[in-house]
């Protein structure tokens, strides 16, 4: 069946360094990629998608590029603030019916 | 507008007891999907509804079922609740048909701690 894998956490960071979190996925068809923002005590917020291969999600400073050959979704950004300290979640959907979630990696990122 | 809005957002219940979750879309969207976050894991499906009528259900035991209102609006029923059933029930609200490209907008979610 399909699924996501995302590195382990936490990742801890201090502000304004470089920010990976890798993302690979398993999927019959082409799916659709996400990347979900999970503050602490609330629910999903979307943070940045893309549907094709080669296309590039980008939102607030972060973005990740659909790679096909190495069914990938990295999640970057060049510079974290202490403010982007939350749960980050990769997901998939390859028709109607659902997202499928990783296990999330936590961010830390100290002044 | 309003955003998916979940009620109650916390919730105390005792083993073997029944509750009900309630949750209502974004106006427009006819697409309500139902998630069970345990502590530490990503958010699991449990059922999407579409135009009333159940268009998936996730690996989760008869004790769960939901329904979707003619308003569009659903509610997500648990019976004989155990303790493993403590969780962040999400709910995803989304258009019905597009969500691939524009993906699922969820509410804040009801924390049931059952105990």
């Known amino acids: 069946g399909d699924s996501v894998t995302q590195m382990e956490g936490p990742v801890t960071l201090s502000e304004e360094a470089f920010l990976t979190i890798n993302c690979t996925y398993t999927a019959t068809g082409y799916p659709s990629l996400f990347w979900y923002v999970q503050y602490p005590g609330e629910g999903l917020q979307l943070l940045l998608k893309?549907?094709?291969?080669?296309d590039k999600g980008s939102n607030k400073g972060f973005e990740a590029t659909y790679r096909k050959e190495t069914t990938s979704f990295h999640l970057e950004k060049g510079s974290v603030q202490v403010s982007d300290s939350a749960v980050y979640f990769c997901a998939l959907s390859t028709g109607f019916q659902k997202l499928v979630f990783g296990t999330g990696t936590r961010l830390l990122v100290s002044p | 507008d309003a955003g998916v809005t979940q009620s109650p957002t916390h919730l105390i219940k005792t083993r073997g007891q029944h509750v009900t979750l309630r949750c209502s879309p974004i106006?427009?969207?006819?697409?309500v999907s139902w998630y069970q976050q345990v502590l530490g894991q990503g958010p699991q499906f449990i059922f999407q509804y579409y135009e009333k009528e159940e268009r998936g259900r996730g690996n989760f035991p008869d004790r769960f079922s939901a329904r979707q209102f003619p308003n569009y609006s659903s509610e997500l029923n648990v019976n004989a609740l155990l303790l493993g059933d403590s969780a962040l029930y999400l709910c995803?609200?989304?258009?019905?048909?597009?969500?691939?490209?524009?993906?699922?907008?969820f509410g804040s979610g009801t924390r049931l701690t059952v105990v």
């Open positions: 995803a609200s989304s258009l019905g048909g597009r969500e691939r490209m524009h993906g699922y907008t």
């Open positions: 106006s427009g969207h006819k697409s």
């Open positions: 893309a549907t094709k291969a080669d």
